[in-house]
């Protein structure tokens, strides 16, 4: 079968897609979930989001108290994960590439009860008691890549060797729609091509204008929800390039072992009717 251009095209259009720059905006915290402290008290776990401009929203996990303090924070990267079942055992994945940099929240040296009375945006109260999940205020500030961890630590060694399965565990849904996206049209295009291919006259000339039509219909649509994951959802861009090139080629890959076992069949079929 022919090469794949739909791949390639793809591909080289995601790339593009990656050097737009985005819209400035707020600082702008998002609530994972809440844990209990020692003392029964709820404790946040959040995200804070700063402005990437020309790149993801810069972030870092971050502990808040039912008062509005922040009382621990990781240190600031492209992407954090996070696994937070308690407060005694509450880790954060910060990670700009391909490998994490696993941090273990110190929980007893957390002030629980520690206030911010001078810097607490409106729709705090609302934010603390669940009515709103996303709190957007420049009082909250923007996180900075030069920021150090508070109150987490550097954690074991062989997390950062496994972090490719904390990345994608952390991903896992996005990266399987990104695989179905483009793993679809590399497995039906060239099948759907070689049957235009066998007919003839205007039926021929329809089949593949119709083809063309849906398959730059299904581009620009990849091509959307594949800025939408990257910028809006922000994915880390290496793992999303390495899952769109493996599901695309197995897609291609599985296509032609299709392809190739009907014509093989059509073969034997033909031979036996020779036969007879």
Known sequence: ??????????????????????????????KEYTIQGPNKQNMI??????????SGDPVRLQIRNQQGAVIAHSQTATHVGVFCPSIQFCWAFPYDDLLVEPLLLD????????????????????YLSGAIKVLRDDRLGYPSY??????????????KILSPFIIIGDNFLTFLVLALIYFLPSFLSPIYHA???????????????????LL?????????????????????????????????????????????????????????EALT
């Open 195 to 213: 049957f235009s291919l066998r007919k003839s006259g205007l039926r021929k000339l329809g089949l593949l204008s119709m083809g063309w039509l």
């Open 216 to 272: 730059i219909s299904y581009t620009i649509l990849a091509l959307f929800v594949s800025f939408i994951i990257l910028f809006t959802w922000s994915t880390p861009f290496i793992y999303c390039l390495v899952i769109i090139g493996g599901s695309a080629r197995a897609g291609a890959y599985l296509s032609q072992k299709v392809y190739l076992k009907r014509l093989s069949a059509q073969s034997t079929a033909s031979g036996a």
């Open 45 to 54: 776990v959040e995200k804070l989001f700063g402005d990437g401009i020309f």
């Open 107 to 126: 929980y007893e040296k957390l002030q629980y009860n520690a206030s911010d009375v001078t810097n607490q945006p409106e729709a705090l109260a609302d």
């Open 146 to 159: 030069r920021d150090t961890p508070q109150n987490f630590s550097t954690g074991s060694p062989l997390l």
């Open 1 to 30: 079968m022919k090469r794949n251009f739909l791949t390639d095209g793809l591909l080289a259009s995601l790339c593009f897609l990656s050097m737009l720059p985005a819209q400035a905006h707020r600082p702008y915290a998002v």
